[in-house]
């Protein structure tokens, strides 16, 4: 069992920075491939980024823009937000699992999310 709690969401300017972590506790942190995804209001749950060991993955609209990381010391990954729009404007929720790194169904564990609100 992993559980996940996402942590620094909150409401910035367009253009603007904002940094979200995800803090696991459970067994074998390091194995899982690491996901963020987000969803709007009346939109899916969509894939973000993701980190699987030191590979990382995006998301062609996040491309360049947004960097994930993960310290598995800390038990921790984290989601460096750069440059957002409205349009980044979802809950964010961060996943753990080992079947897929785009795929939601891939994902076994999840966090309760966080909002992030990018103003124009």
């Known amino acids: 069992q992993v559980q996940l709690v996402e942590s620094g969401g909150g409401l910035v300017q367009a253009g603007g920075s904002l940094r979200l972590s995800c803090a696991a506790s459970?067994?074998?942190?390091?194995?899982?491939?690491l996901g963020w995804f987000r969803q709007a209001p009346g939109k899916e749950r969509e894939f973000v980024t993701a980190i699987d060991g030191s590979t990382t993955y995006y998301a062609e609209s996040v491309q360049g823009r947004f960097t994930i990381s993960r310290d598995n010391a800390e038990n921790t990954v984290y989601l460096q937000m750069a440059s957002l729009k409205p349009e980044d404007t979802a809950v964010y929720y961060c996943?753990?699992?080992?079947?897929?790194?785009?795929?939601?169904?891939?994902?076994?564990?999840w966090g309760q999310g966080t909002q992030v609100t990018v103003s124009s």
């Open positions: 996943a753990a699992g080992d079947r897929d790194i785009v795929d939601i169904r891939g994902y076994d564990y």
């Open positions: 459970g067994r074998a942190f390091s194995r899982y491939t």
